[in-house]
């Protein structure tokens, strides 16, 4: 039985990078891996896993995991953006760690904008063998607390609240962490009075 890791962070927390990482560490280790995808993540590549930084792996997207069959001989299987799965395609993940003997690294978000778990990732929390945090900090200015969640903004800036919960793409988010989540999403405050509150009071 191996293990099957669970890697979730907002945006830009490094997770494609981290992936691509570890691909080139098992290249250098000959250990024998394969990178899979959501067919739906075409944003930067229809095949290829691109991180923000230009770390490229190369991998195959696949539309569900129903059929999904490793390579032989394959040791390692790293997963990005696993939360545009289905926990279905999870159970078929964790009997592959089980009954394979394959290691699984999953790397995705835990929340949506409407700060809901992802189907896929809360099936994942409860499957996972080990789940880490990948930090980074909140988006709005000056702000040190850890990034929890994301806001989804129109193309005029207004807070997108509700609509579909899978939205390929990041220039429409910011990652931010909980109580700016809360502040922005109830309409306490707007990201221009933070903004500015924030320049007047020199924080």
Request: with cysteine.
């Amino acid at each position: 039985m191996a293990k099957l890791h669970f890697y979730y962070g907002v945006m830009s927390s490094s997770k494609s990078a981290f992936l691509g990482i570890n691909a080139y560490n098992f290249n250098r280790t000959d250990n024998r891996w394969e990178a899979i995808k959501p067919s739906i993540d075409n944003r930067d590549s229809d095949t290829n896993i691109v991180s923000r930084i230009g770390i490229v792996t190369k991998a195959r997207a696949l539309q569900n995991l129903d059929n999904y069959i490793p390579a032989p001989a394959t040791q390692f299987i790293l997963v990005d953006e696993v939360q545009f799965f289905k926990p279905s395609d999870i159970e078929k993940l964790v009997q592959i760690a089980d009954n394979s003997n394959i290691t699984i690294f999953c790397y995705g978000l835990k929340v949506d904008s409407n700060g809901d778990l992802f189907p896929a990732s809360a099936k994942l929390l409860a499957e996972a063998d080990e789940i880490h945090q990948m930090e980074t900090v909140c988006e709005i200015p000056q702000c040190t607390n850890m990034a929890s969640h994301h806001i989804r903004f129109d193309s005029n800036g207004n807070i997108i609240r509700g609509g579909n919960q899978v939205e390929v793409g990041a220039s429409q988010y910011k990652s931010v962490c909980r109580k700016h989540f809360h502040d922005l999403y109830n309409g306490k405050v707007s990201l221009i009075q933070i903004c500015r509150n924030q320049f007047i009071n020199g924080k």
